[in-house]
């Protein structure tokens, strides 16, 4: 995602190298643009695999920090994708398939900055007290994107240290939520300009990969990625660079039971795939949805959001039901699980173990705590892997 910066501006060694031995000399990072061809691109089979993962809601970058529009923007002239390489509306199309055939919120990502826009370079130096690419670039597009595709979510990023006020953050957010077509569904974060993150916005994500471990008084949202190193598609990339199934479960279950949303992120080829590894995950992560979901989507917060006493157990609540998650992630050898946070009422509560019949044997460990007796499975008897679920009613 960051390869024209490390490249052009850092000038990192290994990306200067990697330039000069694979590509002719006075070849531009503007040289790729014909090169990005999307030919097995295919909106629908995407729109299915993001419904097979459980996800509620997707975010497709619409543009990142280096200006190349996944649309055909009027205001990004030869640097598109409708007039460059693919010759297609990647933005129109995916949403129309994921609106056509799934239940998920459509969202768009759009870089305030780019990197190297002279317009942009030329409002820096004068310490942006000149106004002349968010005025001619950067709001035009972002009104451009509403209108044409009404993304429910806008995840804003890239305020080149730019105060939001050069940006007009502040007016842009008014008409968006006031006059614009998806006044009354859509939802922001906190990425309009200097100073807003984590700060101002309608949910939180205060850096790439935030995971607090514990409660925020805002709602916010884990935005991390599957291959740890990068944002982007990588061809040299290692098995051990990708997160494991079993990484991602921790991921999500930390990041809920503390109040947050988890945006997994996943790389695209140029050519217009899901790599077959990034697929595995997002359908195993949908597997695992399709037994605990219940302990995820629509929940709060509990009054405590892991186990005192056992780790890697983390809590979640039904309000309606009143109802108690503890999903644990390790699978205990003794076959008990003891649990130092609920308080559990003799004749009232009640233990079941998500996706099994029978409810469990519970015995309680004087003021709090509560041991579990879980039932004595096979692999093939297992409800689901990774992690499961324990829902306890009348605990208090």
């Known amino acids: 995602m960051c390869f024209w910066w490390y490249w052009q501006k850092e000038k990192r060694e290994p990306y200067v190298k990697f330039m000069e031995a694979n590509y002719p000399p006075g070849f531009n990072y503007e040289d790729f643009g014909p090169l990005f061809t999307a030919e097995f691109f295919d909106s629908n089979q995407w729109a299915d695999i993001l419904k097979a993962s459980g996800a509620k809601y997707v975010v497709l970058t619409s543009k990142h920090h280096e200006g190349f529009t996944l649309w055909g923007s009027k205001y990004s002239w030869n640097w598109n994708a409708v007039d460059v390489g693919p010759k297609r509306d990647l933005v129109a199309e995916l949403a129309t398939s994921v609106r056509n055939r799934t239940d998920l919120h459509f969202g768009l990502y759009h870089s305030l900055f780019e990197w190297f826009n002279p317009l942009f370079l030329e409002d820096a130096t004068n310490v942006f007290k000149t106004r002349k690419f968010p005025t001619s670039k950067s709001l035009p597009e972002l009104y451009e994107i509403v209108n044409k595709y009404q993304p429910e979510i806008i995840w804003s990023d890239g305020n080149g240290n730019a105060p939001d006020t050069y940006w007009n953050s502040t007016g842009f957010l008014a008409w968006l939520y006031n006059d614009s077509p998806v006044r009354d569904t859509v939802v922001t974060n906190d990425r309009w300009g200097v100073g807003s993150i984590c700060t101002h916005g309608g949910f939180y994500t205060c850096s790439d990969r935030y995971n607090p471990g514990h409660l925020l008084p805002h709602k916010w949202e884990n935005c ?171 605990i208090n």
């Open 224 to 394: 991390m990625t599957i291959d740890r190193r990068s944002w982007g598609y990588r061809r040299n990339t290692q098995l051990d660079d990708y997160l494991t199934i079993e990484d991602l479960v921790k991921q999500l279950v930390e990041t809920v039971s503390c109040g947050g949303n988890l945006l997994m992120n996943i790389g695209p080829t140029h050519d217009g795939r899901i790599a077959v590894v990034f697929e595995e995950r997002l359908r195993q992560m949908g597997a695992w949805l399709k037994v605990n979901g219940e302990a995820i989507y629509g929940t709060k917060p509990w009054r405590a959001q892991n186990d005192t006493v056992t780790p890697d157990v983390w809590y979640t609540f039904i309000p309606k039901e009143g109802k108690v998650n503890a999903i644990f992630l390790n699978w205990p050898v003794s076959g008990t699980l003891v649990l130092g946070e609920p308080q559990a009422k003799l004749g009232e509560t009640q233990v079941e173990l998500v996706g099994y019949k029978e409810p469990l044997k519970w015995v309680a460990l004087g003021e709090k705590g509560i041991v579990i007796a879980l039932p004595q499975l096979t692999p093939k008897q297992m409800p689901c892997q990774w992690g499961w679920t324990l829902q306890m009613t009348d």
